[in-house]
């Protein structure tokens, strides 16, 4: 039998049973955090705008969904994420466990399956998404053309957001559900969720198993619907990092920003910095230091003492092993300047906007 083809409808992936698949509709914001962080541009009399980091009530809406769900800089270099991962689902918790990861629960979406030596980032699953009628209200669609609007099968009468943006939101949500599919499959996995509170806390195996199973129906013909960051499992951030600065250069990457600071800049003190910068150099020095010994052993020898091109090659290289790492070391630290002279620089800006926005507040300006 030929297989189904996805249609452009999006359903809501499973039917949850239990108490909060029950909900009103109107009480949905009881599954919703207890506040969000967002940048928020607000405009002053004077037309001037002032992006401000500010902490809000959350609301369910699409802007709120996207900062949730949405991969937006893992999109931009997609054809690049070859060289973090590979193209295959996530593997278990308890892979994650032996492979000497220990789990950092991190909010940022972006951070999510990001893994550094040691550790590994991952999202918890937030409640609203473990909802059904919460899917069938803000994510799901009985979608029609793809330049129509999406609408709710509970309410088709209602406004609601354009279909290219709903289908996006689904996807991400999918996409970040199938990812737990992956990541707990077995209940060793599930007790390794529970203790670093990855599930919400109400949710047992039983029901878990039950909703892997609805999620993962007509698989992998249901990965047609999620984000393509989801085609890739774990990703490495150093490697993310060095694709970012590279993206950097280009005319499509995020210019000095993106150069200095990468995927997710790794270092909270200017001291991990330099300490980073000269572990290579310290590493070089060694190397040199034996090369240097075995050459004064060599010239010691009769047979290496009158030898004019030996002689030579140890001169050079007794001048290369004074003047590199003092160039190194010199290219380290003005590193870590060019660092201060950035952060000192953005710092400065944003405190000045900050207190611009400080002073206008109240003010009815803004």
Known sequence: MAPQQETGRLPTPFKREGSESNIELEHLLRLMPASRRSKTVFHFNDRKSCPMDIVQRPKADVEFLAEELC???????????????????????????????????????????????????LKPIPRFLLNAAFWTKHLACDAAQDN??????????????????????????YGFLLSYTALIQHESDY????????????????????TSWELLENSPRN???????????????????KISRWRSLTCSGDGLVGLMRGYKFGFATY?????????????????ILLVLTAMQVGLSTDYLKGNFAFQQASWGFTVFSILAPLILIFLSFVLVFLYVVFNYRSTKAFKQRSMQFYDNLGRNGC
Not at 152 to 173: F, H, I, M, N
Not at 223 to 241: A, C, I, Q
Request: aromatic residues 8%; hydrophobic residues 40%.
């Open 71 to 121: 991969v937006p800089s893992l999109n931009d270099i997609h054809d690049l994420l070859w060289l973090a991962g590979r193209p295959m689902p996530p593997r278990p918790l308890t892979y994650q466990l032996t492979a000497s990861r220990t789990i950092a629960v991190v909010e940022d979406i972006n951070l999510h399956l990001i893994w550094e030596p040691g550790r590994i980032f």
């Open 271 to 287: 001291g991990q910095l330099l300490e980073a910068c000269l572990f290579p150099v310290v590493t070089a020095t060694a190397y």
């Open 148 to 173: 129509s609007s999406c609408v709710s099968s509970v309410s088709p009468s209602a406004p609601s957001d354009p279909l290219s943006k709903r289908r996006e939101l689904y996807g991400c949500a």
């Open 191 to 210: 007790r390794i969720a529970a203790s670093n509170h990855l599930l919400p806390a109400d949710v047992d195996w039983e029901s878990w198993r039950q």
């Open 223 to 241: 990965m047609t619907r999620v984000n393509k960051r989801y085609r890739y499992g774990e990703l490495r951030l150093s490697r993310l990092n």
